[in-house]
Every structure is written in structure tokens, then in C-alpha cells.
């Protein structure tokens, strides 16, 4: 089990940093996206949900669909990159800055990451790693985001069980020896929380029921993602387009897929993010650091 979780960081590791440099002006978003995902293919492994590049004041959840969308002088790009072996997910994320502004935001989110990375060891209580990024980001003038978290993580489930905060919510539940987290602290010039915005193109399964229309895409999802996310991007390599909007837009009217809305900060804020998957340990093993 720890293999594939090594097996599938040093992929996203390596997926990250070859993604990253991608990122320039006038470069599309789904050209980046695409080549990202290729890669980790290519290293042998697979996405654990489509890559996401997110501008500006939307902090997570912007799957690029079309050509439109190019990056341009002044954003800020959150790339985050998930891969697994077998189900086992290694889930990282950065921020790149196309010309170079908000360096301070990127160095807030990066700070905290790692004094909550140090923090990941059995005892240490979710409250203490949540104060800790708060007080890194507040220090620099920022807030963290409250409404996002970071995410405990088996087997195939994304988002299992516990959430570490960015914020100091007093919770006394204690890490366990050989949990796995994915740590994902965010930063903004505003309020601190996020919103629910324009549909996002992302999918997951929420329920498997008896359905008229959508089998066969249905079927496929289930043998490809399992409980995994998705994109409708992906679909159209292997089924005509008009079937996949259509059995998309019935599988998520009867409620089998539900669909992620993008989420921006509530008050326009830019934000940055840092993120790596993490085992609790007495000396905390970073899986989606590059070795
Ligand atoms: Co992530």
C-alpha cells in the first residue's frame, strides 16, 4: 500500500513540476491540462480527477473544457495535479505566477503548508494544525480560507473521513500513525471564503441506480473513475459528443452524478494554494515531494 501511495507522489511530483513550467502568457488552459494529464500516463499512472487551473479569485475547481481561456499577465495560477496507483492517491498542488506579481501570497500558503506538514504526527490534534496556518497567513496580512480544507484520504475515496482546517476551530480529534492527508492551505487578499460559482465540468458518481438512458457512459465511468471524479472532456475521446451531454444531463437530473460547482472567493480575493498528500508519522512522509 505504501508503494503505490510513493509510486503515485512521485508521479503527481513529477506531473507538477513539469506542469508548472508550462504555465506562460498566452498559453491555453486545456493545452496545459491535456499535456499534464498525458504525462502522468505517460509515468504510469492515472489522474485521481482532471487537472485544474484555477485564476485569480477562483481558488480551486476550474477544469478548462475549451480553447478560450489563455493565461495572461497578472494571473495567478493554481495547478493542482492528482494521480493514483490502484486507487492509492497522491493529491499536490502550487501556485505559478505569470509575471511575476503576488509573490508574498504564494510565500503565506507556502509557509503554512510547511508548518503544517512538520505538525503530522500521531497526537497532534486538528485544531493545533489549523491555528498554525492561520496564524502563518494572518502574519503576512492575509486570510486563510475557511471553507476549504485539507482532506483525509483511502483507498479510491478523495475526501474520507477528516478534514485538517486552515483556521483554528479548537476540534481535539488527534492524527493517527499511517493516515494519509492531503494538506492544502489557501490564501487570500479577501474575506476568507469560498463560493459556489459556474458549473465546472468536473463529475463524480453519487449514487448507482437502475437508469433508462446513460448505461453505457454510466458503465464506463464506473469501470474507469469508480468513485473517483471526472470530466465530460475525457468522455468525448471515446463516445460522440451529443451522447455525452445528453447522458450527462439525465445521470445528473436523476441524481447518479452530481456535477462540482468552480468556487471563487466570495469577495473577488486573490488566492494561492500549496498542497501535498502527506502519511502521518513520528517524522511526517511527504509522498508528493520530488526525490
Ligand atoms: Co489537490
Known amino acids: 500500500m505504501e508503494t503505490s501511495y510513493l509510486k503515485a507522489g512521485q508521479i503527481a511530483a513529477e506531473a507538477l513540476e513539469f506542469g508548472k513550467k508550462l504555465i506562460k502568457e498566452n498559453v491555453t488552459l486545456l493545452s496545459v491540462a491535456k499535456q499534464v494529464e498525458e504525462k502522468i500516463f505517460q509515468l504510469g499512472g492515472r489522474p485521481a480527477f482532471p487537472v485544474q487551473l484555477s485564476k485569480n479569485e477562483i481558488a480551486a475547481h476550474f477544469c478548462p473544457l475549451d480553447e478560450v481561456e489563455i493565461f495572461e499577465n497578472g494571473d495567478l495560477v493554481k495547478l493542482d495535479v492528482g ?5 492509492f492517491i497522491a493529491d499536490t498542488a502550487c501556485t505559478v505566477s505569470v509575471g511575476g506579481g503576488n509573490l508574498e501570497l504564494i510565500k503565506a500558503s507556502n509557509d503554512a503548508l510547511n508548518d ?3 505538525k503530522m504526527t500521531p497526537g497532534t490534534t486538528l485544531g493545533e494544525i489549523g491555528a498554525g496556518i492561520q496564524e502563518i497567513i494572518n502574519a503576512y496580512g492575509f486570510n486563510p480560507i475557511k471553507n476549504l480544507s485539507g482532506h483525509q484520504i483511502k483507498q479510491f475515496e478523495l475526501h474520507a ?10 476540534s481535539s480529534v488527534e492524527l493517527e500513525e499511517g493516515q494519509v492527508f492531503a494538506v492544502e492551505p ?6 476568507g471564503f469560498v463560493k459556489d460559482g459556474r458549473p465546472s465540468g468536473i463529475y463524480s458518481i453519487i449514487e448507482i441506480k437502475p437508469t433508462r438512458a446513460g448505461r ?6 464506473k469501470r474507469e473513475y469508480n468513485q473517483l ?13 451529443f451522447k455525452v451531454s445528453s447522458s450527462f444531463r439525465f445521470l445528473e437530473r436523476e441524481g447518479v452524478v452530481k456535477q462540482y460547482p468552480q468556487l471563487p472567493e466570495r469577495s473577488n480575493g486573490i488566492v494561492s494554494q500549496a498542497e501535498h498528500t502527506v502519511i502521518v508519522k513520528r517524522k511526517p512522509l511527504v509522498i508528493t515531494k520530488l526525490i
Not at 473521513?161 to 479548537?170: D, M, T, V, Y
Not at 489557501?186 to 474575506?191: I, P, S
Request: overall charge neutral; aromatic content about 14%; cysteine-free.
Open 83 to 87: 494521480v493514483h496507483i490502484n486507487g
Open 116 to 118: 503544517a506538514i512538520q
Open 161 to 170: 473521513g477528516l478534514s485538517i482546517p486552515n483556521f483554528k476551530n479548537n
Open 186 to 191: 489557501f490564501a487570500t487578499t479577501g474575506e
Open 216 to 221: 453505457e457512459i454510466l458503465d464506463f465511468i
Open 229 to 241: 471524479p471526472f470530466t465530460s472532456r475525457w468522455l468525448m475521446k471515446r463516445f460522440p459528443e
